[in-house]
């Protein structure tokens, strides 16, 4: 394709990038010059200024140039190795640069080249040193886009380079903000003093100053907050007109399976349950997001809701995140609802073809009570006549478009009630503007009796005695997750990998026990045996990555060790903590930490480490990292979330929400020619909802 580039070009179009790049492109979510430019610097380090080495103070970032001096290479523990640059600058000061596990950069830091370098110094061995710093090499005439000035650091993917990224990002924006759509009216942007589209874009990526970056991000932020906003509004509205099935004449069928448990509903559940009620009662079609912490219950609460849609001769089902956790509800739930009478029938990708077929005829003759399947099935033609309540165990990744999609797909005739419940706990304020469409009910409280688990933080070269003590849990019939955060070994990689690790495990410390090896890329039925095998206590040990993370229920499983803690968010580390801790037991998790990792993930680490509540955890996530990172929720071609931290930001949400309110108050529709773009990029949101991308 030739001719200007525009927002919409592909990616693979633009000068420099084939077709491998663009796939590579793609991993970032970039299909287009427009998401190009929306892929925002993670950081910039300031190289306007330059420090002297021998002014260097341990802690403090420093951008510093000079001449490398010595480049070499040595082994540490576990075929690792270490590589360290000197690089003395012209005043005659010194500093080590250091990396692990990448031996490559030797043939590129050769001795005799100039560098400059950015990073935090800390003081090793008399010395100071900068582990992984950020270079550049400043051979043939400096390069203004990369050195010299506030320079962006992008989130980068195997096959991409800094240099590179950087350059396509700026020979793209040239063309692409000559002739920009402005999305904001003028009258608002003078009103919240916000700079221009145009000059947004080039402030974020090669701002001229730290001023100039603040108010391009400002600008950025407040439009990503804005469209969220107005599509809230918008999607509130469709939904306050819709009529919803009355449903007024209760059975007994929740009386019966509450007096059935072998407990007492929680406060909490009582009054949560009381809000959905209502909700079924009024006329009115629910939208509701269920929010509760790890533990908390909600399962019981959906299921009770089901049963009072289900008592009154309606249909209702249950969409889970993943096949295992289809698997899990389909059984839990038909050991709690069968004896009621109640037909529950599960279908995941697991299930055989002529049964898959014959549960969908019935369920279309309306003789199924209560479908559970995984959100694949809204990919499916499922009929349900007489669908009554569609709950949705909404996974970790979440779009804030797809939920959309439950209502229209499932959708026959009478608009169903919704149920989201959010598998992760996220903070209020976050809510309100991620669930603006939803009505909100919190689960604020905990199941009595349970002891939340004590956490280790222990260094990784003790994991032989963290072994020995789960191996002691162990032998008391106890079961336990050793997690890691990768399945494969990857060349240049220091992350152990759950392949490996289960062959080394089962053959040597843990040998005496059922060991098994649990990961995402298993087959749906080779999932669900293991699952199944551990749950149902034939399995001691399962070595696992992240596909443990949500919801599963074993109350027996009681230790837990994670490596590489530090790869994971801390919303996700207590989802995997919440794997262990469910009974009236003792329970442990133990974080093995590597020697380098750095000062700011320990200080997570041990934030996590003293902390038992989800809320507070998903907070200090968001504070560090942001939604985008934080909860996954940056998505391709989505609003929001970018740049925006409705946490930090919570004073532009709150101007938002009610510049969002005016702007439809004047123009319903955004049928104005100023209001053109917000319009467009509503009806996106509103009818173009994506799958979330894979996890
Ligand atoms: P969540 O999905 O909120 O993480 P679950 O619904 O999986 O939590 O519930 C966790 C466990 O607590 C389940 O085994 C469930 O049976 C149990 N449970 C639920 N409500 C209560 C209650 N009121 N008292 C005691 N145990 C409960
Ligand atoms: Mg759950």
């Known amino acids: 394709m030739k001719g200007a580039v525009v927002w919409d070009t592909p990616a693979q179009y633009l000068r420099g990038v084939g077709p491998v790049r663009a796939r590579a492109l793609a991993r970032l979510g970039i299909a287009t010059a427009g998401d190009l430019l929306q892929h925002y610097p993670r950081r910039w380090f300031d190289r306007s200024s330059l420090s002297s080495i021998r002014s260097c103070q341990p802690g403090h970032e420093v951008t510093v ?43 590129q830091l050769r001795p005799g080249l100039r560098l400059m370098c950015s990073g935090i ?31 962006p650091q992008y989130p980068l993917t195997r096959g991409l380079g800094q240099h590179w990224l950087r350059r396509l990002i700026h020979d793209t924006l040239g063309p692409v903000s000559a002739d920009l759509q402005e999305t904001l ?18 402030g974020i990526h090669f701002p001229a100053s730290p001023l100039e970056r603040d108010r391009a991000q400002k600008r950025l932020v407040y439009e990503e907050i804005l469209l969220i906003q107005l599509l809230m509004a918008v999607r509130r509205r469709g939904l306050a007109v819709r009529a919803g099935l009355r449903l007024e004449r209760p059975g007994d069928l929740t009386r019966r399976l509450v007096t059935s448990l072998p407990f007492e509903l929680t406060r909490a559940q009582r009054r949560v349950l009381a809000e959905i009620l209502a909700d079924l009662r009024s006329g009115r079609v629910m939208h509701r997001l269920l929010q509760g912490d790890v533990g908390s219950g909600k399962t019981l609460v959906a299921l009770i809701a089901a049963l009072f849609v289900i008592e009154q001769g309606w249909q209702a089902l249950l969409l889970a995140p993943t096949e295992i956790l289809a698997e899990q509800h389909g059984a839990n739930l038909t050991r709690l609802a069968a004896p009621l009478g109640v037909t529950v029938e599960t279908l995941t990708g697991g299930t055989a073809a002529a049964t898959r077929r014959a549960i969908l005829v019935s369920a279309g003759r309306g003789e199924v009570d209560l479908l559970v399947g995984t959100h694949a099935l809204l990919q499916e033609v499922v009929r349900l006549p007489r669908l009554g309540l569609a709950v949705v165990d909404e996974q970790h990744r979440f779009g804030v478009l797809q939920r959309g999609r439950v209502a229209a797909a499932v959708d026959g005739g009478q608009a169903p009630h919704v149920l989201v419940m959010s598998a992760t706990p996220i903070p209020r304020s976050l809510a309100l503007t991620l669930y603006g469409d939803l009505d909100l009910s919190w689960l604020d409280e905990m199941p009595p009796g349970r002891r939340p688990a004590h956490t280790h933080v222990t260094p990784s070269e003790q994991e032989a005695q963290v072994y020995e003590s789960m191996a002691a849990i162990l032998r008391d019939g106890r079961q336990g997750f050793i997690v890691f955060p990768v399945i494969e070994d990857t060349a240049g990689s220091d992350l152990r990998a759950a392949k490996v690790e289960y062959e080394r495990l089962a053959a040597g410390p843990f040998r005496e026990f ?19 095998s551990f749950a149902s206590g034939s399995c001691d040990l399962l070595v696992a990555t992240t596909v443990v993370e949500v919801g599963l229920d074993v109350p027996n499983a009681t230790v837990m060790a994670v490596y590489h803690p530090e790869r994971f968010g801390l919303a996700q580390l207590h989802q995997l903590r919440g794997r262990i801790g469910r009974g009236a037991e003792r329970s442990d998790c133990w974080l093995l930490v590597d020697p380098w990792v750095g000062v700011e993930a320990r200080e997570r680490i041990a934030i996590f480490a003293a902390t038992h509540d989800g809320f507070r955890l998903a907070e200090e996530d968001l504070r560090r990292r942001g939604p985008g990172d934080a909860l996954g929720v940056r998505q391709h071609g989505e609003p929001g979330f970018r740049l925006a931290n409705p946490l930090r930001d919570n004073a532009i949400v709150k101007a938002c929400v009610e510049d969002a309110g005016a702007l439809l108050a004047q123009d319903p529709d955004l049928r104005d020619l100023e209001h053109r773009e917000l319009r467009l990029a509503v009806e996106r949101g509103l009818t173009q909802p994506r799958p979330a991308a894979a996890g």
């Open 65 to 107: 140039e000079g001449e490398v001096l010595t480049a070499s290479e040595r082994r540490i523990s576990r075929g690792r190795t270490l590589q360290a640059v000197t690089l003395r600058d012209d005043g005659g000061g010194t500093l080590i640069l250091v990396w692990f596990n990448q031996s490559f950069l030797l043939r």
């Open 121 to 151: 110094p800390q003081a090793h061995a008399g010395r100071l040193q900068i582990a992984h710093p950020d270079w550049a090499v400043l051979d043939r005439g400096a390069d203004h886009l990369h050195t010299g000035r506030l320079v």
């Open 185 to 202: 009216p003028e009258a608002l942007r003078q009103r919240q003093e916000l700079c221009s589209r145009a000059e947004a874009l080039w």
């Open 514 to 532: 059922r060991v098994a090896l649990l990961h995402g890329r298993l087959s749906a039925r080779e999932k669900s045996a293991i699952m199944s």
